[in-house]
């Protein structure tokens, strides 16, 4: 299994941060994909495969740690590839929210 678990939806608060610029103070770090909880079931493959998929965003995942877990918000894409390139981690920015 790639990751901990398929979720649907944001079981954690609002945490008000929307764009990449609101995320910036928030470092990377590496996450295990199989410790992280996804809030999407679908992916679109375009953007999968994309060559220029990071170039308008953050160039990091966004994860919400809520409760002890790790929900992956944005950055379904990059977790697929990384998986796919037998990387087991991810680099993101990660989110304590209470």
Same mark, same amino acid.
């Given at each position: 299994?790639?990751? !901990? ?5 944001? @079981? %954690? *608060? ?5 764009? #990449?610029k609101?995320?910036?103070?928030? @470092? @990377?770090? /590496? &996450?295990? $994909?199989?410790? $992280?909880?996804?809030? !999407?079931?679908?992916?679109? +493959?375009?953007? =999968? =495969? #994309?060559?220029d ?5 953050? =160039? ?9 877990? =790790? %929900? +992956?918000?944005?950055? $379904?894409?990059r977790?697929?590839?990384? #998986? $796919? /390139? /037998?990387? *087991?981690?991810?680099? #993101?920015? &990660? +989110?304590?929210?209470?």
């Open positions: 299994m790639i990751f !901990k678990a398929v979720g649907e939806g944001r @079981p %954690y *608060p609002d945490h008000g941060r929307v764009s #990449a609101d995320w910036a103070d928030v @470092p @990377p770090r /590496q &996450v295990r $994909l199989d410790e $992280l909880v996804t809030t !999407k079931r679908t992916l679109d +493959l375009d953007r =999968l =495969l #994309a060559e998929s990071t170039f308008f965003g953050d =160039l990091f995942a966004h994860v919400i740690e809520f409760e002890g877990t =790790l %929900y +992956l918000e944005d950055g $379904l894409h977790a697929v590839r990384a #998986a $796919l /390139q /037998q990387r *087991p981690v991810l680099h #993101a920015r &990660v +989110l304590t929210v209470r």
